[in-house]
């Protein structure tokens, strides 16, 4: 189960947050506009991300850019 060691895996790249408009989610309480992230796993739609409370958290690829 991958998901219990996901903060001490090595990290596969970074990211840099590109906007927090969500329609649906409020993703503003979590990331940080202009803020890079370190990406621990990734799928075809989403990025699972250390963000701003220190936990990993799935987000849409739409919100990112490569650093």
């Not at 060691?5 to 408009?21: A, G, I, Q, S």
């Not at 202009?34 to 739409?62: A, M, P, R």
Request: charged share 30%.
């Amino acid at each position: 189960m991958i998901h219990y060691d996901w903060t001490e895996r090595p990290t596969l790249k970074k990211v840099k947050c590109v906007h927090t408009n969500a329609e649906k989610y409020m993703v503003n309480n979590v990331l940080t506009e202009g803020n890079l992230y370190e990406v621990k796993n990734e799928t075809d739609e989403y990025y699972f991300v250390i963000d701003n409370s220190g936990k990993i958290g799935g987000f849409y690829k739409e919100y990112f850019q490569d650093a």
